[in-house]
């Protein structure tokens, strides 16, 4: 399913993303560790965080995840959302916690 449609799905606010929103989301990976995120989490994965600063958008792009999903109704800061902007990174808001955020996408992909 493509990170636009898991979000027309879900409910999920479009945060950030042009082409990235075509990206395919196959997989759920959760953590707000970045170190862990960034040696464990997969290609294609729907990163759910908590972290919406401009860190993440750079472990988004070394980890070639197919989106990151803020949940408890985290935000991009301005940096993140300039970052996520120039990297075209998809990135999606929700205000559910994190397991039903996880849950609510595993509906679906």
């Given at each position: 399913?493509?990170?636009?449609?898991?979000?027309?799905k879900?409910?999920?606010r479009?945060?950030?993303?042009?082409?990235?929103?075509?990206?395919?989301?196959?997989?759920?990976?959760?953590?707000?560790?970045?170190?862990l995120?960034?040696?464990?989490?997969?290609?294609?994965?729907?990163?759910?965080?908590v972290?919406?600063?401009?860190?993440s958008?750079a472990?988004?792009?070394?980890?070639?995840?197919?989106?990151i999903?803020?949940?408890?109704g985290?935000?991009?800061?301005?940096d993140?959302?300039?970052?996520a902007?120039?990297?075209?990174?998809?990135?999606?808001?929700?205000?559910?916690?994190?397991?039903?955020?996880?849950?609510?996408?595993?509906?679906?992909?």
């Amino acid at each position: 399913m493509t990170v636009k449609e898991l979000s027309e799905k879900t409910g999920f606010r479009i945060l950030a993303g042009n082409e990235s929103l075509n990206n395919t989301a196959k997989h759920i990976y959760t953590c707000d560790l970045l170190s862990l995120v960034m040696g464990r989490a997969q290609q294609d994965d729907a990163w759910i965080t908590v972290m919406g600063n401009v860190n993440s958008i750079a472990v988004a792009v070394l980890a070639d995840v197919a989106c990151i999903i803020l949940a408890e109704g985290m935000m991009l800061d301005a940096d993140g959302l300039k970052k996520a902007t120039e990297q075209d990174v998809a990135v999606l808001a929700s205000t559910l916690p994190v397991y039903e955020t996880a849950q609510k996408v595993a509906e679906f992909i």
